[in-house]
């Protein structure tokens, strides 16, 4: 509402200050790390020359990584939407202290520290050692701490007052539950849907606090694959492996995040 | 008609799932976790361990560490995010704002791990800043490894998104309140610290205890510079991976996840605006 003309004033010179070093904060280690994922002998600069041999030995040893963590982040947000959505739109609705204390639970994996979150599961499941040590531990770990983002963006969707109405039409039509979940009130709030569906794959593909502990070392996640490259890689493997992460997650995200606000202009335009 | 209604049966069946799920895997977890140490110890013993961990001058330290790192990393970064969030909204044009949203809040999908590395690259032994200061004729100065190198890096991985909420908050600021406040003669200075930021107030809570309860339990970021300044997730993980000291473990994460959750329970009375929150 107040973009665009906000140009007529200048900003005051302390605050651009602040806005200019902070930009500059954010953007100056994003590039080194591009720089030495790509030089010969970082120390030297790039006076010794650029490679692409950093980046192939990521490949070799990591590889694995990067194709679970996506499947990973694709399971999550799959199970997420699937559950979540159908308990988003009973909490919207009912005002038992039940469902009161359901949302309390919800956000405990998100206040609670991961770490403790990881050792609670570790000491109680452990012993399952199948289970232990299958892609499927982390799996729940990521969804505990991704699904209360998506809940709580649809609940106020849901609980919007004109698609309740809506809901109530189509009920005196002679609609069905299954037939108004799926007809009306899904389809009213996917951009919603939407919007927490990106958080959910964000959230799950850069999760480390409790895939650290959840993992083993045949269920390595890029997170896990990249703090085990800063500890025991030199300085340009590490770099290298960064790049690799930047230029798979941000574009899959964007790509998301492309989608998610054409879903929102679409409805937005056909309200 | 539109009155919320009662839990029916659909209801139930809609919340099964999830509830089953966070039920299983986190509630009754959890308990065993509270329960860990007198079921491992017996149950004088395990008192015992809980008294003694409590009053441990070495895990103090670690959660006063973890505390304070918090504190001032949450407080700086609710500074610097409202003012480049206010920035965004007000004095830039609409193509600018874009890219540079999109800059900032690139960092969101980082695990704490790489921001750790980034510190090194900065402040490292093979930093850029220790490369500047030897070039500029002094020492090579290094501060990733300390106290400094912690603090960066948490302001680095809480920034992005305080700043899309104090973008977004700031967008939705009223003008008119502060038009009417300027043509009744208030100076600049005071349509700041009377209208804009009592406009800002909530999401400034709202963003304060998300950064604070990210802060308390961030273990990525402490993992990778392996700082010389403990914090409380190191000494966990130390304990139960290093020690296997399960019980001692089990009572740290207990005293670090009641305390994150204390302080997002006081910051959601403050503000009453629940969905805010996350």
């Not at chain 1, 699937?82 to 038992?96: D, E, F, K, N, V």
């Not at chain 2, 909204?89 to 809040?105: E, Q």
């Not at chain 2, 038009?179 to 003669?185: H, K, P, S, V």
């Not at chain 2, 914090?231 to 966990?236: G, K, R, S």
Request: glycine letters at 8%; charged letters at 10%.
């Amino acid at each position: 509402m107040s973009r665009g003309q906000g140009n007529a004033r200048r900003a005051p010179v302390a605050l651009r200050l602040c806005v200019a070093a902070t930009l500059f904060f954010v953007i100056t280690p994003i590039i080194l790390s591009i720089l030495a994922g790509f030089v010969v002998n970082y120390p030297t600069g790039l006076k010794s020359g650029l490679t692409t041999r950093w980046i192939q030995e990521v490949w070799a040893v990591y590889g694995d990584t990067l194709a679970r963590s996506i499947v990973l982040a694709f399971a999550c947000l799959v199970i997420a939407i699937l559950i979540g959505t159908p308990c988003a739109y009973a909490l919207s609705q009912i005002r038992s202290r039940w469902a009161r204390a359901l949302e309390e639970l919800l956000m405990m994996p998100v206040a609670v520290p991961g770490l403790a979150t990881a050792l609670a599961l570790i000491l109680m499941y452990g012993h399952f050692k199948g289970f232990r040590s299958s892609t499927a531990f982390i799996l729940v770990g990521h969804v505990l701490f991704t699904l209360p983002f998506l809940v709580r963006t649809l609940i106020p969707a849901f609980a919007n007052a004109e698609l309740r109405a809506l809901d109530e039409a189509a009920r005196t039509l002679g609609a069905n539950f299954a037939q108004r979940f799926l007809g009306v009130l899904v389809p009213a709030v996917l951009p919603a849907l939407a919007a927490g569906a990106l958080m959910v794959f964000t959230l799950s593909i850069g999760e480390f606090n409790l895939t650290w502990m959840l993992h083993t070392p045949l269920t390595r996640t890029l997170p896990v694959g990249l703090a085990d490259s800063y500890a025991s890689m030199r300085l340009e493997i590490g770099s290298a492996y960064t790049v690799i992460f930047i230029a798979v997650v941000v574009p899959t995200l964007w790509a998301l995040q492309a989608g998610a606000d054409a879903l929102q202009r679409y409805f937005t335009k056909n309200r | 008609m539109l009155q919320p209604r009662r839990l029916q049966y659909v209801h139930i069946a809609l919340l099964t799932p999830v509830a089953t799920l966070f039920v299983a895997f986190w509630l009754i977890p959890a308990f065993n976790l509270i329960l860990l140490p007198l079921s491992r110890l017996g149950v004088a013993e395990g008192l015992a361990r809980y008294a003694q961990v409590v009053g441990n001058a070495r895990y103090l330290e670690a959660l006063f560490n973890t505390f304070a790192l918090s504190l001032g990393v949450t407080l700086c970064t609710i500074v610097l995010s409202a003012c480049v969030g206010f920035y965004l909204s007000r004095f830039c044009s609409a193509r600018h704002r874009g890219w540079l949203l999109a800059v900032l809040t690139l960092p969101l999908s980082f695990p704490g791990v790489i921001i750790g590395f980034y510190i090194i690259l900065l402040g490292g032994r093979q930093g850029v800043i220790a490369d500047l200061s030897e070039l500029s004729g002094g020492e090579r100065i290094t501060f990733a490894y300390g106290f400094m190198g912690l603090f960066l890096g948490y302001i680095y991985f809480s920034l992005p998104r305080a700043i899309a909420s104090f973008a977004a908050a700031s967008d939705a600021l009223d003008k008119a309140l502060e038009e009417a406040a300027i043509t009744l003669g208030a100076s600049r200075w005071q349509v700041l610290f009377d209208v804009i930021i009592p406009g800002l107030r909530e999401t400034a809570i709202a963003s304060a205890a998300i950064v604070f309860a990210t802060a308390m339990g961030a273990f990525g970021t402490a993992f990778t510079l392996s700082a010389k300044l403990e914090v409380l997730p190191i000494t966990i993980y130390n304990e139960f991976t290093n020690y296997a000291n399960f019980a001692t473990a089990a009572i740290l994460s207990l005293l670090l996840g009641a305390i994150t959750w204390l302080v997002l329970l006081v910051a959601r009375r403050m503000t009453d605006a629940k969905g805010a929150l996350l």
